[in-house]
C-alpha cells in the first residue's frame, strides 16, 4: 500500500512539473489605458480572483498608459517581449494594443463595450465586457424627468467604445422621443470648451464610459451642476462626486469573473473555449443630496431598489 501511494505522490509531482506551473512562477503583464475608479475595481477584481483561488504569489507586472494609445501599444509590446503567460487588458484601447502586439500569448480582456465591434475576436482573447444597459439608463431618465425633452453627449472622438455607445443612446433617444445634443473632444484640453458650448443647449449631461471622459469628470460634475444641468453617470463611483445618479454595471464584479477566466487558462484551458461574457447584474445608485437639489422624490417607483448615497 505505501509503494502504491509513494507511486501516486511521484505521478502528481510528475504531472505539475511536466503540464503545469506553480502559481509563483506564473508571469502576468495588465495594462490599463487610464487611472479612473472604474477600471481601478476591475483590477482589483481581477487580483482578488487570482488570491481566492491559490494565485496570490503570481508575478504580477502593472502599467498604466496614462490615456496614451501609444504608450498602450509599447507596454504591451514589453509584455510580449518579456514572455508574459496571460496579459490582462483594462479598456478598449489597452485590449487593442495587446492583441495588435500578439496572437499567441492569451489575454483576458475587461471593460470593453463591444469587443466584436472593436476587433477582439480570436483564438488567443477572451474576457468580460462593459456595455451599459443604455435602454434602461434612457428609461430611468425619463421616469424622473418626464418633461426633459434634450440629452447633452461629450465623448472622445477616437475610442471606439465610445464611438459604439454614442451609436446606441442616438437609436434609443429616438425611440422613446429624446432630442440629443453631441460633441466630440480629442484631448482633455478640449473638454472644458465643449462643456461650455454643450450646456446651455440640453438638459441634462449623459455620460458613457468614454475613458478621457471620465478621467476629467470632476470637471464636468462642476461645470454641469453651477448651469444647472445634472449629470447622469456611467459609473458608481461619479455619483459621490456629484453626479446626480446611474444605472450601471459593477466593474469590480466583471474583473473578478476576468481573474476566474484568467486562472482557467492558466490551467490549461483555450481562450478560445471561454465566450467573452456581459455583466449579470447592474446597479442603480443617487446621490441623496444631488436629488435634494434638482428637487427629485426619491420614492417613485424606478428609485425604489436604488442604493441612496448619503
Known amino acids: 500500500m505505501k509503494k502504491i501511494q509513494n507511486l501516486l505522490l511521484i505521478s502528481i509531482l510528475l504531472s505539475i512539473g511536466l503540464f503545469g506551473k506553480v502559481p509563483k512562477d506564473i508571469k502576468i503583464g ?67 494594443a495587446a492583441y495588435n502586439a500578439t496572437k499567441d500569448i492569451p489575454i483576458v480582456l475587461t471593460a470593453v463595450t463591444d469587443p466584436k465591434a472593436a476587433g477582439l475576436i480570436g483564438k488567443n482573447i ?110 458608481e463611483d461619479q455619483v459621490p462626486k456629484g453626479a446626480l445618479m446611474t444605472k450601471t454595471i459593477d466593474f469590480e464584479k466583471i474583473g473578478y469573473r476576468a481573474g476566474e477566466m484568467a486562472i482557467e487558462i492558466l490551467k490549461g484551458k483555450a481562450p478560445s473555449e471561454i465566450p467573452i461574457e456581459p455583466p449579470k447584474e447592474n446597479l442603480t445608485i443617487i446621490n441623496k443630496k444631488v436629488a435634494e437639489k434638482y428637487g427629485i422624490n426619491l420614492g417613485i417607483d424606478a428609485l425604489k431598489s436604488a442604493q441612496v448615497h448619503e
Open 126 to 235: 477572451t474576457g468580460t465586457s462593459d456595455p451599459l444597459p443604455i435602454k434602461e439608463q434612457l428609461e430611468l431618465v425619463k421616469a424622473v424627468f418626464p418633461e426633459l425633452k434634450t440629452i447633452g453627449l461629450i465623448y472622445n472622438t477616437s475610442e471606439q467604445n465610445s464611438i459604439i455607445s454614442i451609436g446606441e443612446i442616438k437609436d434609443e433617444c429616438k425611440k422613446i422621443g429624446l432630442l440629443y445634443e453631441e460633441v466630440g473632444v480629442t484631448s482633455i484640453n478640449d473638454i472644458s470648451p465643449a462643456l461650455d458650448a454643450l450646456l446651455p443647449k440640453v438638459d441634462i449631461i449623459f455620460m458613457t464610459t468614454d475613458n478621457l471622459v471620465v478621467s476629467a469628470i470632476s470637471l464636468v460634475i462642476e461645470k454641469s451642476n453651477k448651469a444647472n444641468k445634472p449629470v447622469f453617470a456611467s459609473t
Open 30 to 96: 495588465i495594462t490599463q489605458i487610464v487611472e479612473h475608479p472604474s477600471l481601478d475595481l476591475s483590477r482589483k477584481g481581477f487580483e482578488n480572483a487570482l488570491k481566492n483561488n491559490g494565485y496570490g504569489d503570481t508575478n504580477i507586472e502593472f502599467q498604466n498608459a496614462q490615456g496614451d494609445f501609444n504608450t498602450a501599444q509599447l507596454i504591451a509590446k514589453g509584455f510580449v517581449d518579456s514572455k508574459k503567460d496571460l496579459i490582462f487588458t483594462i479598456s478598449t484601447p489597452s485590449s487593442q
